[in-house]
């Protein structure tokens, strides 16, 4: 990767990084690192607050949000572009947050995942954009010698405070490992206490994923293992998990992560009787903002007549089944489910 480049990812994504001071219940100290990813919800490890007292949560990079239309005419901040013009900006400071949700967790113990979101911090925080590299779309070949950048907080001996670390990297490998399900990927960059809960991010500008503890044998010291970046599927799953994934990671989804198929009614399939066909089915979408039910029918008249009755139904519930006071009824009509 090229100077220019690696420079521009860490110009982009500096901002997005926190560390996650900590303490034990015996009081010793110790930190991790955590990034944000949208409306003040913010990914880690695990294995860095599970069972720990949060004793602060700080972004320390100050950072310059470019402004457009009618924010960029109120502006009173300048950058110089490259060209000599004037790019109005706005200005974010070193932020220390505090938790309001969480920290939550994967559902799965052995998954290195947590979650939370915090009060107060910037509206024009930036946030990085999680990967569409789904466990089952990966071969072990994909992204391998791609190259990335990772961003945490690993402690600097003989320094008084947390200081960003970032380093250039390469994947080498695409790997399942015995402790914990979902992809994992080996990188080239060294491994320290610290980087735990960091950001792996590819030079096309999005989450690899999140950094978790060093792969090691014997007990070795992390430095001596290999650099851990757990893949992005359990991420989506438990930021939806716990209502939390922030719709600016939704585009490329639409409702996939929040919906759920409530009811699905069945016949025999002819001529093998023991397969079946869905004639219906009733979907429910709950992201914590929004909730709303789908149906899906391959009869119209009977598609017409629940569809109805769902109406009368979700009216009552209107005002309980979503904070903006808004409910939605789609409807799908398919003569092939």
């Not at 994967?106 to 789904?134: M, N, R, Y």
């Not at 990927?185 to 999005?206: C, E, H, K, M, N």
């Not at 799953?237 to 009811?263: G, I, R, S, Y």
Request: include cysteine; charged fraction near 20%.
């Amino acid at each position: 990767m090229e100077s220019k480049t690696a420079r521009a990812l860490f110009d982009k994504f500096a901002g997005t990084l926190a560390f996650v001071a900590v303490e034990d219940s015996e009081g010793t100290a110790g930190i991790g690192s955590a990034f944000h990813v949208g409306e003040g919800v913010f990914v880690t490890a695990r294995h860095v607050v599970e069972g720990m007292n949060i004793v602060e949560v700080c972004m320390t990079h100050s950072t310059c949000v470019a402004l457009e239309g009618d924010e960029a005419k109120s502006a009173t901040n300048y950058l110089h572009g490259s060209e000599g013009e004037n790019i109005q900006v706005h200005h974010i400071r070193r932020q220390t947050l505090r938790i309001k949700k969480g920290p939550f967790f994967h559902k799965e113990a052995s998954v290195d995942v947590a979650v939370f979101q915090v009060d107060g911090i910037d509206p024009k925080t930036p946030f990085v954009e999680l990967g569409g590299h789904l466990d089952d779309w990966l071969g072990e070949g994909d992204f391998v010698l791609t190259e990335a950048i990772v961003l945490g907080y690993p402690p600097i001996p003989q320094t008084n405070d947390p200081h960003l670390v970032v380093a250039r990297s390469e994947i080498n490998a695409v790997v399942d490992v015995r402790h914990a399900p979902h992809v994992h990927f080996i990188l080239s960059a060294t491994p320290r206490g610290g980087f735990s809960g960091g950001l792996a991010v590819l030079d096309g500008g999005f989450a690899l994923g999140v950094i978790t503890s060093s792969l090691v044998a014997n007990s070795a010291a992390a430095e001596l293992g290999f650099f851990a970046v757990l893949s992005v599927e359990p991420i989506y799953v438990c930021l939806a998990e716990h209502k939390l994934l922030p719709d600016c990671q939704t585009d490329m989804w639409e409702d996939f992560w929040n919906t759920d198929t409530l009811l699905e009614f069945c016949a025999p399939s002819e001529p093998d009787a023991a397969a079946v066909r869905v004639l219906a089915a009733v979907d429910v979408f709950d992201n914590g903002k929004r909730v709303y039910l789908k149906m899906r029918c391959n009869d119209q008249a009977l598609l017409d007549r629940a569809t109805e009755a769902a109406r009368l139904e979700v009216q009552k519930l209107a005002p309980t089944v979503t904070s903006e006071g808004r409910c939605r009824l789609g409807r799908v009509h398919s003569s092939q489910m």
